[in-house]
């Protein structure tokens, strides 16, 4: 499939499912799957920094960065819920866009959040590089890679069967690869453990640990100034 075809169906996929997300966003954010992503962010990344969030969904997240005392700018591919992060908070700033086509000049921000992104984007290393561009020197990068056995996961099956799919089966520590070799450094790693997965695995093994994980956090700095060539 090609990136046009793909990005479109992601959209689409995105808008239907906006009011299902935007039900469940809140709990994700505070009690679920996405509880430690705010104390991880705010671990490496100070108040009044400039943030984009991509992927920002219904705009969850992004509100809750800036009530933390972040200036915040939100980007996704579905209009849908690009409305609904505009009704939900009018002090961050939201619009439609593409992570791989971000229109921001260079070196806009102090950092990025993308949280389960890249998973629905045709080329990982286009947006990669893309926000390598838009973030300042010595920027910070804060990720969450869907683990392998995360339920989301399973809109990539149907690949097996030679359908076309818009959610691609990046694993975590492919990520972490392909992130250090294209302009980033790793500077903090945590897992969000799988529901029922065993106690105390990220003391032992960081592989085991994303292997049971339903999703890693990775804080990546951008490792210089220079600005990667785009096409």
């Not at 046009?4 to 994700?28: P, T, V």
């Not at 700033?93 to 629905?120: H, K, R, S, Y």
């Not at 561009?133 to 890679?145: A, D, H, M, Q, S």
């Not at 592989?207 to 804080?219: N, R, Y």
Request: charged share 25%.
């Amino acid at each position: 499939m090609d990136h046009k075809k793909w990005h479109e169906q992601a959209e689409s996929k995105w808008d239907r499912f906006s009011d299902n997300w935007n039900a469940r966003s809140e709990q994700m954010w505070k009690d679920g799957s996405r509880k430690k992503v705010l104390p991880f962010f705010q671990s490496f990344i100070e108040s009044d920094s400039d943030v984009l969030d991509l992927g920002c969904g219904d705009g969850q997240g992004s509100e809750m960065l800036q009530k933390a005392g972040y200036s915040v700018t939100g980007v996704d591919l579905s209009s849908k819920m690009i409305e609904i992060a505009k009704k939900r908070s009018t002090a961050a700033t939201f619009l439609q866009g593409d992570v791989t086509a971000l229109p921001f000049e260079n070196e806009a921000f102090d950092a990025v959040m993308a949280i389960n992104c890249l998973e629905w984007v045709a080329s990982p290393l286009e947006a990669i590089n893309e926000i390598n561009r838009v973030v300042k020197p010595g920027g910070v990068f804060v990720v969450g890679i869907l683990g392998p056995v995360a339920g989301p996961r399973t809109n990539s099956y149907p690949r097996l069967e030679g359908e076309e799919v818009v959610c691609n089966t990046m694993m975590p520590w492919e990520f972490q690869r392909l992130a250090e070799t294209h302009g980033w450094t790793t500077i903090g790693m945590s897992s969000v453990p799988k529901e029922g997965a065993p106690e105390g695995l990220e003391m032992q093994n960081a592989l085991l640990e994303q292997a049971v994980s339903f999703m890693t956090l990775f804080a990546l700095e951008k490792k210089s100034a220079d600005v990667p060539e785009q096409g």
